[in-house]
Structures are given as structure tokens and as C-alpha cells.
């Protein structure tokens, strides 16, 4: 399919682009003017953003809670290095994505549509929606969890969320909602001080990274297979694609900046990787003193770190929660209304006001409201949710693996940035890993002696 190159959506209103074009420039100018000054730390300051967000932004809710139940279960040893992995996995995933939105200038689902038509555009916006719609409402339990600690009343909690999604409305320029939400979102780290309360075994956390063990116990049966599934799609999910993607192009990269997106984007991953394992570590001592997760419910494993961590302690873990659901919140809900915004051809910046991109606030706001009004109804299976959430994950990620790296191949596209032997390697390997990964879930779901 001719495509030439992908230009900026043109069926936008001119007072629209006028607007988004001009907070551009004035971003652009300032590159320009740090790339000719050869301030380096300035220039890395100016276009670092979207990476850092979509990896601490994917340690969210259900991600730490998954790596919680993963430290209480398995302790320190194998799933230590298995997460950094699978970070790997991901920086290999959304350095496409910096490049796709350098080069297009444009959001992944529009690639989609217009790469392979509405058939396979719709099938990938439904894969988008039913995941994040599911991931949101996981967000807004981490919430209501970390919250909870504090005394904070559930319906609170969850107004408190969705007003922070709705603060969007008033940054007015995608620069100072990014700067606000980058914020935020660094306070993923105090898991580390959480870590370090709990008083690990420096020793056994060094010798499974060394060593790569010690292995589970039990082997990898279908509750451990479960775990292996679940911390996947912690690190690993769509919405991931079309955030960064979104965002690359609305901030306003070139292709000279693909460098400095590939190192936003790989020091995001080694910040996450930092923030996860330090949350694993810091649930480690319920191992050691065999207390099995399975007792624990979202809000109560700030509570069962009290004797190890101390009060302080768990007062931080649970406010790492909380961060980590609101932060999701926001960066989930803007994927969501970038891709709404794509597909349909309406404004969709956040260089624009609520006045001239109307659809797209409306729907920011509106999936994240839908999903904490779900986590107010009584009785509804939230623990489930949270548990199954990372699992979906995974299983929808195969296909849009296969997307993005068909686009990243296509020179039409790409040009000179297409993806390289290597590149394309990895990505496959990333590709094929998902999926062999939820085969054997599913396997073992549908043969419960299953053992890898």
C-alpha cells in the first residue's frame, strides 16, 4: 500500500493546528538552540519525556501488586533478573515507537489504519480499548488500596483519581502536563527507601542477579506459570505503543532527536526496573517467614510489612501504590484519547484546550471515570481483576507486536530508519517470547499438570 510519507493530520480545524504548530515551535527552538550551544544536559532535559513516562507509568497498581505477590511467594531469586529482562523487552518494543513518531509525525493507531485499513485498524483500537479499560479500573483498585491505608474513604479515593486525570484540561500544552505527570511519576522510586527498611540480604540479591536463581521450587507449574504470565504484562503491555508513540509526536520529536528518545526511553526502563525490583524485594520478608500472598488482599500488604518495615515503611509502600495507580491513570487515559483522536480525525493534543479538542478530554476523563465508578460497585471481583489484568496483557501483546514491527519495516514509512537486521531480531525475539509465554499459560490452564 503507497503511502509516501505520513504527514500531520490535516482535517483538524486551522485555530487547532495554529495553536499546536506555534507550543511546538517554541519547544523546537529552544532544542535548536541547545543542540547549537552544545549544552548537553540541557538539550537531554528538553526532549527526555515520553520514555521515562510510559515505563514508570506501566509500573502501576497491578504491576506492583504483581511484583508484591511475586517477592512474598518467591522471594529473592529467580524472578529478580526475569523482570529486568523483560524491561529489556520493553525498551525493545518503544524505541520503535520513538522512531514511528519521529519519522510519521503521527499516533500509532493512525499508522495502523492507514498501514493496513479499517479491518485491522478496528481489531487493533478494540485489542487498545478492551485492555485499558481493564488495566484502568486495576489502576483505580491500587488507588482505593493505597488509599485505604491512610483511612481515606473509598469514594474519595476514587474522585481523587479521576480529578487528577481531569487536571489535563488545565495544562493547556503538552510540555507542562509531561513536566507535571514526569513528576509524579518518579515518586515509583520510593519503593527503593521501602527496600532498604526491610533489611534484605544484599548478598542473595547480587547472587540472583549473578546467577540467574535460585529457581522456583515447584518448578513451573500453572500458578507459577501464572506469576511468570502476570509479571509480563507488567512490563509489557499495548497501551505502551500507542502512549509513547502519541506522545513522541505530540511533543513534537524529529528525527534528530531519535537518540535522545532512545535514551529517555532507556533510562525510563532502568528507572522501572529499579522501582519493580526494589517492590519485590521489599515483599521478600513474607517469604522468609512464610507467609504465602495468597492471604493478602490488594489493600493488605502495606499492613503485613508493619513488622519488617516498620510503620514508616508501610506508609510508603502504600503511598507507592497510590502513586503508581494515579500516575497509570493519567498516562493509560491519554493513550486511550490519543488513539480515539487519531482514528476519528479529531484534535487530539494536549497543546490544545478542552474548547478546541473537545472529543479528546471527553474521552480522557470519561474512561477513567467509567473505571473508578466499576471499582465503587459492591461485590464486584477486584482482586481477580487485578491478578488477570497483566495476564490479558500479554496474550493481546503478540499481535500488536506484529504491527509495530510491519510498520517499522515499511520504507515507505521509515525511509533511512527503518528497523536493521538486528533491530529486527530483537523485535521478533521480544514477539515470539509473548507468545510462547502465553501458549504455555494456556496449556497449562487447559492441563493443569503441566510442568516447563
Avoid at 474521552?363 to 488477570?388: D, H, K, N, R, Y
Amino acid at each position: 500500500m503507497g503511502l509516501g510519507r505520513i504527514q500531520p493530520d490535516t482535517t483538524q480545524s486551522g485555530m487547532v493546528q495554529t495553536k499546536e504548530i506555534d507550543a511546538r515551535a517554541r519547544d523546537r527552538r529552544e532544542v535548536l538552540a541547545a543542540r547549537q550551544a552544545r549544552r548537553w544536559g540541557r538539550l537531554l532535559w528538553l526532549l527526555v519525556g515520553p520514555g521515562i513516562l510510559v515505563m514508570l507509568g506501566e509500573n502501576d497498581a497491578p504491576s506492583m501488586l504483581s511484583y508484591s505477590a511475586t517477592g512474598a511467594r518467591f522471594g529473592v531469586g529467580f524472578f529478580l533478573p526475569f523482570v529486568a529482562l523483560t524491561f529489556a523487552m520493553a525498551f525493545i518494543a518503544q524505541e520503535i515507537t520513538v522512531r514511528l513518531g519521529a519519522v510519521s509525525k503521527t499516533g500509532h493507531a493512525d499508522l495502523i489504519y492507514r498501514r493496513f485499513g479499517r479491518l485491522w485498524g478496528n481489531f487493533a483500537m478494540a485489542d487498545l480499548l478492551f485492555t485499558n479499560v481493564l488495566t484502568l479500573i486495576t489502576e483505580f483498585v491500587g488507588i482505593v488500596a493505597g488509599a485505604g491505608y491512610f483511612g481515606i474513604p473509598k469514594l474519595v479515593a476514587v474522585a481523587g483519581g479521576v480529578g487528577l486525570v481531569s487536571l489535563t484540561l488545565v495544562a493547556h500544552r503538552y510540555w507542562v502536563w509531561e513536566r507535571l505527570t514526569l513528576a509524579l511519576a518518579v515518586s515509583n522510586l520510593i519503593f527503593v527507601p521501602v527496600a532498604i527498611l526491610t533489611h534484605p540480604h544484599w548478598g542473595q540479591v547480587a547472587s540472583a542477579f549473578a546467577t540467574w536463581g535460585p529457581l522456583p521450587s515447584d518448578g513451573f507449574g500453572p500458578s507459577t506459570l501464572t506469576i511468570l504470565l502476570a509479571d509480563i504484562g507488567a512490563t509489557i503491555t499495548p497501551w505502551m505503543l500507542f502512549f509513547q508513540q502519541g506522545a513522541v509526536s505530540d511533543k513534537g520529536l524529529a528525527t534528530s532527536d531519535v537518540l535522545h528518545g532512545r535514551i529517555d526511553t532507556a533510562l525510563g526502563a532502568f528507572l522501572a526496573t529499579l522501582a519493580a525490583s526494589a517492590c519485590m524485594i521489599a515483599a521478600s520478608p513474607l517469604f522468609l517467614h512464610h507467609m504465602p500472598s495468597s492471604q493478602f488482599g490488594a489493600a493488605q500488604f502495606a499492613q503485613a510489612l508493619v513488622p519488617y518495615a516498620g510503620r514508616f515503611g508501610a506508609a510508603l509502600f502504600a503511598l507507592g501504590i497510590l502513586e503508581a495507580g494515579l500516575v497509570a491513570a493519567t498516562t493509560i487515559s491519554a493513550s486511550s484519547a490519543y488513539a480515539f483522536g487519531e482514528v476519528t480525525r479529531r484534535a487530539h493534543s494536549l497543546n490544545a484546550s478542552a474548547s478546541q479538542a473537545p472529543s479528546f478530554y471527553l474521552v480522557l476523563i470519561l474512561v477513567a471515570a467509567v473505571a473508578g465508578s466499576i471499582v465503587l460497585i459492591p461485590g464486584f471481583p477486584l482482586e481477580a481483576v487485578v491478578l488477570m489484568v497483566n495476564i490479558v496483557a500479554v496474550l493481546t501483546m503478540p499481535p500488536a507486536v506484529a504491527f509495530l514491527l510491519i510498520l517499522a519495516n515499511d520504507r515507505e514509512i521509515m525511509g533511512v530508519y527503518k528497523s536493521s537486521v538486528g533491530l529486527n531480531a530483537l523485535g521478533i525475539g521480544v514477539g515470539v517470547f509473548v507468545a510462547l509465554a502465553g501458549i504455555a499459560y494456556a496449556i497449562s490452564v487447559v492441563m493443569p499438570g503441566f510442568r516447563i
